[in-house]
């Protein structure tokens, strides 16, 4: 017998609450309107295939969405009945069919569902967070109703536990910032086996600023070339074939002297010199988009920071007079705060 849905629902329900009552965990109350309505639309669109607002909270008729369960209810009961039924209702061929559409149908439900659990853990730990700090900022747009279809089509084919984290990671930073993963990395993802995943999470041990891996790579051979090549073929780095190419370039901020930090996990490069004509030029392989929107949520990626130590003191040659590598506490968009500084370069006078 199919569960009714719960007799104790309040006489007046919103759309929010009788959703949640279909669910085995709670959904996430959101402070910020428009993530929380991002949510909402997402939540709704993987449970019931509506990507109507549930945040709208409309105060719908309560009549109207239990006659609704009950028809469902009535829908599948039936189906069962047929399926277990010993009258001969349809050739073998039917049967199994049915069967075989009825079990597509269940698990694709559940993996949506547990994704949905899954993001939705992840925004209440945001909510944890931002009472901490109250500085979160809301979304500034609604999730799209295409990237929406397109992310349901996929994830419900995801079974395995670990891709379903990384499936509800996609989603989660999605209904906080629109934009934030493209339908072609959707696809990209759908379509990765795990050997190639590896290789590019391997990589990503080596990208600096979040942006770009730095050509100092290849002198200790850290990415084997062919590895190099894979990255490229799939999309993920430019700049693998051939000589010259992309090259991230720092100069003076302020015309006075020349103060850089590079960012590399929780570290940062120190680059200083007096001169303020100096450059430095990092010849590099720049992440594409779908290359930086999948290293924003990979968190499975390892720091090598016997390579950063390397890197950073390689840039010796550029006319800098100092060069240190730190352990960042906090960072801001105007200042970083660090410890445990070490010098890994140091221009003697004269």
């Known amino acids: 017998m199919t569960e009714e849905p719960p007799a104790n629902l309040p006489a007046k329900l919103s759309f929010f609450d009788w959703l949640e009552s279909l669910l085995p965990f709670k959904l996430p109350r959101i402070s910020l309107p428009q993530v929380a309505k991002n949510f909402d639309k997402a939540a709704a669109r993987l ?3 509506s990507l109507g607002n549930v945040s709208e909270r409309l105060d719908a008729n309560s009549r109207r969405i239990k006659a609704r369960s009950a028809a469902e209810t009535a ?7 047929i399926l277990s039924s010993n009258a001969n209702l349809g050739s073998d061929l039917e ?7 009825l079990g597509e149908a269940l698990n ?3 993996n949506r569902e547990r994704i949905l659990e899954l993001a939705a853990t992840e925004l209440s730990h945001d909510k944890k967070t931002s009472e901490e700090s109250p500085k979160e900022s809301d979304a500034q747009s609604e999730i799209d109703a295409d990237w929406l279809n397109t992310f349901a089509q996929y994830a419900e084919k995801k079974s395995n536990e670990d891709v379903q984290r990384i499936w509800a990671k ?3 930073s999605e209904i906080r910032q629109p934009g934030s993963s493209s339908l072609r990395t959707l696809y990209f993802l759908a ?4 050997k190639d995943a590896n290789r590019i999470v391997s990589a990503f041990s080596f990208v600096i600023e979040n942006t770009v891996i730095p050509k100092f790579i290849d002198e200790k051979k850290y990415i084997p070339y062919l590895d190099l090549l894979f990255l490229q073929e799939v999309g993920i780095i430019t700049g693998a074939f051939g000589v010259g190419g992309p090259q991230l370039t720092l100069s003076s901020h302020d015309g006075v002297k020349f103060d850089h930090t590079i960012s590399y996990f929780s570290k940062i490069g120190i680059l200083k010199s007096a001169n303020p004509s100096t450059e430095v030029k990092i010849p590099a392989y720049p992440l594409t988009e779908v290359g930086r929107e ?3 949520i990979s968190d499975t990626k390892i720091p090598n920071y016997e390579f950063f130590e390397a890197f950073s003191a390689s840039l ?3 006319n800098l007079e100092e060069i240190a590598i730190a352990d960042v506490v906090s960072r801001t968009a105007k200042n970083i705060q660090y410890v445990n500084k070490k010098i890994v370069f140091e221009k003697t006078p004269g």
Do not use: D, G, K
């Not at 049967?95 to 559409?101: S, V």
């Open 316 to 318: 010796s040659n550029q």
């Open 75 to 81: 829908l599948i009961e039936r189906a069962e009945t």
């Open 95 to 101: 049967n199994r069919a049915l069967q075989h559409a």
């Open 294 to 296: 999948i290293y924003a």
């Open 47 to 49: 449970v019931i295939s």
């Open 191 to 194: 379509s990765v086996n795990s």
């Open 108 to 110: 694709a439900q559940a």
């Open 170 to 172: 996609i989603l989660a």
